[in-house]
């Protein structure tokens, strides 16, 4: 039996890289509850409250960012960072993960974003709507992408790496500035 080649097979990328992310995301949940540490890195702290990815859902532009976000979890923290080979800061982690899953292009700088997002009521967040939060006396200082359920994933600092959080834990619940949306006008 001849086999086309692979050169004669269409290939839709987009279908390619979605099924490139959920393969990521199974690992991802079906792996131990932790990665093992290499010799020198720190591990990271645990979050706080649930941070569970269970019960998470999506639909069109927001099932795109959240297979995106997905697959950067526990990826490296860089300041600067702009692409997950080196690590990611979490302007660079939004901006990486807006231009490849819809095709956005955002400037690599939190506060930037926030000029250019509209803001929404905490009532209106969809997956993929972005939140910001004073983390160093000044306002949008920090910023992740909203999954739903209350949790953001994040490239939180120095020494850490990409990961979920909770709007209600502790430390971000007193430093949010608001949710805002690129995504819907």
Known sequence: ???????????????LLRGAA???LAALLASCSSAPVKTGQRKPA???GDTSLSGLKAEGTGAEILLYTMGLL???YQFGGRNPEAGLDCSGMVSYIYQNAVGIK???NAAQIASIARPISTSQMQVGDLVFFNTMNRPFSHMGIFIGDGKFVHAP??????????????YFAPRFEGARTILRA
């Open 1 to 15: 039996m001849n086999k086309p080649s692979p050169m004669a097979l269409p290939v839709d990328r987009r279908a």
């Open 22 to 24: 959920l393969a990521s």
């Open 46 to 48: 645990r979050p706080s």
């Open 74 to 76: 526990d990826g490296g």
């Open 106 to 108: 955002l400037p690599h």
């Open 157 to 170: 600092r120095t020494n850490s790496t990409i990961r979920v959080a909770r709007l209600d834990n502790s």
